[in-house]
């Protein structure tokens, strides 16, 4: 079985800070994990994967994740917070291998920019 | 190359109708996944088809159900619609090899039941 903890449902930072947004997994086997972005009344829109190869894994807009199979996290991180990072960010995993298999989210964490 | 398509966009129903969704995955895909995303509920899990073979369920009751075609396409039919059944209907679709393996979302079929 597998699940996805996202420590904090909201969380505010000021333009330009640092966004870190965490994430604890528990699978029974080497997982898969990746991070998505949601905008308001639209689909997922993947900004990084970990599929097994570098644990520290480079995304698009500026983010990243590093896979730290001893604390079995996988937090997300910007150096500096955009106006346009605002939106609702999920981390979910899956048990991986060839076939991938069920993708299994976390709640979710809102992110709010302030100017 | 053309992502994953979902149609209609939104969806009005009356309580006891029944919803047909419909998906269209990225061409070579041959995996699909439903997940509903009702508010305060987060994305939940609903079906996996590969191949045209149901392969997973998620804890959803009977009258949610699909199937795949032999084009890979997938249809999400909902029966005896309920008022809770409002959500947003993601779908998904797999690859498997190659640096853009993973799990590409639509945009969702927007179902309110009234």
């Known amino acids: 079985a597998q699940s996805v903890t996202q420590l904090g449902s909201h969380v505010s930072v000021s333009e330009g800070a640092l966004v870190l947004l965490r994430c604890n997994y528990s699978s029974s086997v080497p997982p898969y994990l990746f991070w998505y972005v949601q905008y308001p009344n639209q689909g997922l829109q993947l900004l990084l994967k970990?599929?097994?190869?570098?644990?520290l894994v480079k995304g698009i807009n500026g983010f990243e994740a590093e896979f730290k199979k001893s604390e079995t996290s996988f937090h997300l991180t910007k150096p500096s917070a955009h106006m346009s990072d605002a939106a609702e960010y999920f981390c979910?995993?899956?048990?991986?291998?060839?076939?991938?298999?069920?993708?299994?989210f976390g709640q979710g964490t809102i992110l709010t920019v302030h100017p | 190359e053309a992502g994953v398509t979902q149609s209609p966009t939104h969806l009005i129903k009356t309580r006891g109708q029944q919803a047909t969704l419909r998906c269209s995955p990225i061409?070579?895909?041959?995996?699909v996944y439903w997940y509903q995303q009702a508010l305060g509920l987060g994305l939940q899990f609903l079906l996996w088809y590969d191949e045209g073979e149901e392969r997973n369920r998620g804890n959803f009751p009977p009258r949610f159900s699909g199937r795949q075609f032999p084009n890979y396409s997938s249809e999400l039919n909902v029966n005896a619609l309920e008022l809770e059944d409002s959500a947003l209907y993601l779908c998904?679709?797999?690859?498997?090899?190659?640096?853009?393996?993973?799990?590409?979302f639509g945009s969702g079929t927007r179902l309110t039941v009234v």
């Open positions: 061409s070579g895909h041959t995996s």
């Open positions: 998904a679709s797999v690859s498997t090899g190659g640096g853009d393996a993973g799990y590409t």
């Open positions: 970990y599929t097994s190869a570098a644990t």
């Open positions: 979910a995993v899956s048990p991986g291998g060839t076939s991938y298999g069920k993708l299994t």
